[in-house]
């Protein structure tokens, strides 16, 4: 799904997830909003950089889970 607005993935995320839609796994495309998404708590990101640099995308993904608290 297309990136909203920076600063907005959060709001957008919580409205989702509360819908019928948030039983589905919800992910971003858009290499510079992928740290937002990811750390909003996102399900996946899908990006054209993991495509060329797969080990930072990884290194990305798994230092935003990391950050995640526990719930």
Same mark, same amino acid.
Do not use: C, N
């Given at each position: $799904?297309? *990136?909203? *607005?920076?600063? !907005? #993935? *959060?709001?957008?995320? @919580?409205?989702?997830? =509360? =819908?019928? &839609?948030? %039983?589905? *796994?919800?992910?971003? =495309?858009?290499? /510079?909003?992928a740290a937002? @998404?990811?750390?909003?708590g996102c399900?996946? /990101?899908? =990006? #054209?950089?993991?495509?060329?640099?797969? %080990?930072?995308?990884?290194?990305? #993904? !798994?230092?935003?889970?990391?950050? $995640?608290? &526990?719930?």
């Open positions: $799904m297309p *990136a909203p *607005a920076e600063g !907005t #993935v *959060a709001q957008e995320l @919580a409205a989702l997830r =509360s =819908s019928p &839609v948030g %039983k589905l *796994a919800i992910g971003y =495309s858009g290499d /510079w909003i937002e @998404a990811l750390l909003a399900d996946g /990101w899908f =990006s #054209v950089l993991g495509g060329f640099l797969p %080990k930072l995308a990884k290194a990305i #993904v !798994t230092a935003a889970h990391e950050a $995640m608290p &526990v719930p």
